[in-house]
C-alpha cells in the first residue's frame, strides 16, 4: 500500500498531467475536412470574409481566417485612419471600422457553415495609447478618457492599469532585458493592464468568451511578450469551450501568441509553450536571408529545416513569412523580410512553406500602402471607411488589396500541404548550392531553382509512377494539366528542368495532381 506521503505525490503528478494535457489543448487549431492552412485577411470587413469563405477559401482548402480586431477601437483622423487604430481599444464592443456585431456574427456563421474557422486578433494587453485623449473619437462613438484611464463601457479604471508597478521615470519599456519592465510598462506609451488582477482577468475573458460562443475556434493573442504568462494561464483556463454547433464538444479554443524572440532578450518563446502555440519569427527571418542569398547563406542548408536552425519544437509553433506588422519593417527580422513586394522569391518562400512539414502555417494577405508611408490604412472612401475588396475576373484582387493567398501558386501550394498532411520529410536532394528538392512521403514532391544556372536533372520523387501536373504553373483540369506536365516512372523518377529565368523557378505535383 501506498503511504500517504506518495499518495499525496500521486495526486499532484495527476493534477500535473491533467494541466498538461489542458494546455496541450490549446495548440490544436481544430481544422476540418483535412484542411491546413490559415490566412490572415488583414483588414478585411466582416461582409466580405463570410463571401471569401464560401466563394474562395472552402473550395480551394484553406482551413481558417484569422481576422482584424474586431473590438472598437481609436479613431484617429491624423494620420488619416492608421492600420494600427485597431490596436489600440478603448471598449469590448465588437464594433469596428470592419463592421458590427450582427455583421461578426454573421460572417462566424457562414464561414463555420462552410468549414472554415475564425481565429480573432485578441488585443488584450493594454488599451490605447496614454495620450489617446478623452471624447469619442472612437469607431462606434463610445466615450473614453485616456488621460484619466477612464473606459466606462468595460468599465476599466485607473485601479486597471499598471501604473504603480512600472518602475521607469517615462513609464515606458526602456529595457527590454528587464523582464518586469517589458511585462509592467507601457507598450509604445499603450496603457497596460494590470492584469494579475481578478477583475480585469475577468473582463478580458469575458471579452473573448462572447466570441467563443459566437463561434470562434481561437485566438492570435497581441502582444503576449507583454504579458506575465500567470496571468494568461488564469485567462485562458477561464475560457469556454468552443461552441458544439461547429466544434466537438470539450474543444479547447486553439491559441498562438504573439511573442517575437529573435534571441539577446531576457523573454523567451519557450515560456508560454505550456500556454499554447507561439509565432516562431525566426522562420520568416531566417528564410528570407536564404531565398535573398544573404550572408552566404544557400537552399542546399535547408535540408535540417525547422528545429535543425534552432527554430521552437514543432508541435509549439506557429510559422509564416511575413505578418501585418514585419512586412512593414516593424517588429522581427528587419529587411530580410520577404513581401509581396519581392513577388517572385517570396511565392517560393511561401510555396517552401506550404510544403514542408514543420509548424502550423499561416499565409498572408495583404493591401498595398505607399512605402514612404507605411501607417496608412486599409483602401478607403473619402470618408475614411474601408473598401469592398474587389475581385477580377482571374481571380486576383484589385483597388488595393493584394490577396497573396488567391495567386495561384500560393492557393495550389495550400491544396499541396493538405495532400500530403501527416507524410515525412524525404527524398531530399541539392546541387550544394540554391537548388534542392524534397518530398512529402509518397505523396507530393517538389523543386526549387534558387541559382542563376538551368536546374536539369532526374530525381527519385517516392511517388507513384504516372503523369502530374505542375502545380505552379497551373494545375489539372479534368484530363489535361494548365501547365507543365511531369512524368513520373515506375520506378519514381522524373526528368526536371527548370530555367532560372522561369517566371517561378520550382515545380510542384500531388497525388491529386495526377492524370
Known sequence: MLSSKGIDNMMKYLVLLALLGLSQAYHNPHAKHGRQAIVHLFEWKWNDIAAECERFLAPKGYAGVQISPPAESILLTSPWRPWWERYQP?????????????????????????????????????????GGGEGTHSTCGTYFNAKKMDFPSIPFSSFDFNEGKCKTASGDIENYNDINQVRDCRLVSLLDLALEKDYARGKVADYMNKLIDMGVAGFRVDASKHMWPGDLTVIYGSLHNLNTRWFNGGSRPFIFQEVIDMGGEAIQTSEYFPLGRVTEFKYGAKIGTVFRKWNGEKLSYTKNWGE????MPDGNALVFIDNHDNQRGHGGGGNTILTFWDARIYKMAVAYMLAHPYGVARVMSSFRWNRTDDWQGPPSHEDGSTKDVHVNADDTCGDGWVCEHRWRQITNMATFRNVVTGQPHSNWWDNGNNQVAFGRGNRGFIVFNNDDWHLDVTLNTGMPGGAYCDVISGQRDGGRCTGKTINVGDDGRAHFKISNTDEDPMVAIHADSKL
Do not use: K, P, Q
Request: with cysteine; glycine share 12%.
Open 90 to 130: 478603448i471598449s469590448y464592443n465588437l464594433c469596428s471600422r470592419s463592421g458590427n456585431e450582427n455583421e461578426l456574427r454573421d460572417m462566424i456563421t457562414r464561414c463555420n457553415n462552410v468549414g472554415v474557422n475564425i481565429y480573432v486578433d485578441a488585443v488584450i494587453n493594454h488599451m490605447c495609447g496614454a
Open 308 to 311: 535543425g536552425w534552432g527554430f
